[in-house]
Nanobody, 125 residues
Framework: QVQLVESGGGLVQSGDSLRLSCAAS????????MGWFLQAPGKEREFVAA????????YYTDSVKGRFTISRDNAKNTVYLQMNSLKPEDTAVYYC??????????????????WGQGTQVTVSS
């Protein structure tokens, strides 16, 4: 069992930065691939970024490449999402998720095993 708690969301202006954090409970954090997803009102959950267990590989949706960076600190049981040059269209609830299977289908939210409660990010123009 893994419990995930996101933090770091807020209201910012276009062009600003935010860093989201996701703290995981348990001693097996390093055995999980981690992902960030967003969900806007009335829409399905969308993939944002993902990182493999050891942090060796990271993946991004095209709209955030060059602006967002995912990282993890396995010693602190935490995954981060650094969000730069934020745009109004980035506004959503952001969720972190953990995926424990050997094959990492990082884009498919249905593959993830555990989810946080989400943190709201609002970007004003």
């Amino acid at each position: 069992q893994v419990q995930l708690v996101e933090s770091g969301g807020g209201l910012v202006q276009s062009g600003d930065s935010l860093r989201l954090s996701c703290a995981a409970s348990g001693r097996t954090f390093s055995s999980y691939h981690m992902g960030w997803f967003l969900q806007a009102p009335g829409k399905e959950r969308e993939f944002v970024a993902a990182i493999t267990r050891n942090g060796g590989s990271a993946y991004y949706t095209d709209s955030v490449k060059g602006r967002f960076t995912i990282s993890r600190d396995n010693a602190k049981n935490t995954v981060y999402l650094q969000m730069n040059s934020l745009k109004p269209e980035d506004t959503a609830v952001y969720y972190c998720a953990a995926e424990g299977s050997p094959m990492f289908y990082f884009r498919d939210y249905k593959r993830y095993d555990y989810w946080g409660q989400g943190t709201q990010v609002t970007v004003s123009s």
